[in-house]
């Protein structure tokens, strides 16, 4: 079994979106003195798919896009040897987490910019989509979700030139309905449910609100 470990913003904030960079650290050195290496979660489904999953292996997730990312996180897991996935909402790159439906007990928070996302995928950063603006899927029209997740897809495509298979559900809202339309643009998923693999590209545990 290869964990799927979630992050969201590091630094000074509340708990569970925000993580100390203190404890941040602490965690990367506990996945290095427990010999464990990262892998993409692209290279996860792929090892699923021909069921040769790598020994000491671990996926490490960012939801959101926080810009902290690249200021604290990156620099740290790219001294460790480590690499990361990072699920943007496009629409808000370059601005705040205040889309709409944010809680207002959610600090504002700065997203990573566009060349800041550009500078990490020349440096092996992988990027997903986490659609266009945040919605509750489960509550949207089948139009909505498909124009959600094509325009993030094809945005985060064109602006890293990267092949874009992964999906964040936004809030983890996922119904059969949901699921069956992401599994038309992309090759896997990760929600917030606690779990292990469902099938060899949806995946539970990886992502978060």
Partial sequence: ???IITYHAVGEGPLPLWLS?????????AYRKAGYRTISLAALV???RHG???SNSLVLTFDDGYESVYNLAWPRLRA???GGTVFLVTDYCGRTNQWPGQSPDIPSASLLRWEQIVEMAQQGCEFGAHTRTHPHLVQSSRE???EQLVSARDR??????QAV????????DVDGRTKDLVSQFFDGAVGTRLGVVQTIVWMNGGAGP
């Fill in 80 to 82: 460790a040897g480590f």
């Fill in 21 to 29: 960079l203190h404890d941040f650290e602490a965690h990367l050195e």
């Fill in 144 to 146: 909505e979700i498909v």
């Fill in 46 to 48: 792929e090892s699923l």
């Fill in 52 to 54: 040769d999953l790598p």
């Fill in 1 to 3: 079994m290869i964990p």
């Fill in 165 to 172: 298979g992964l999906f964040a559900y936004p809030y983890g």
């Fill in 156 to 161: 985060i495509r064109s602006m890293t030139g």
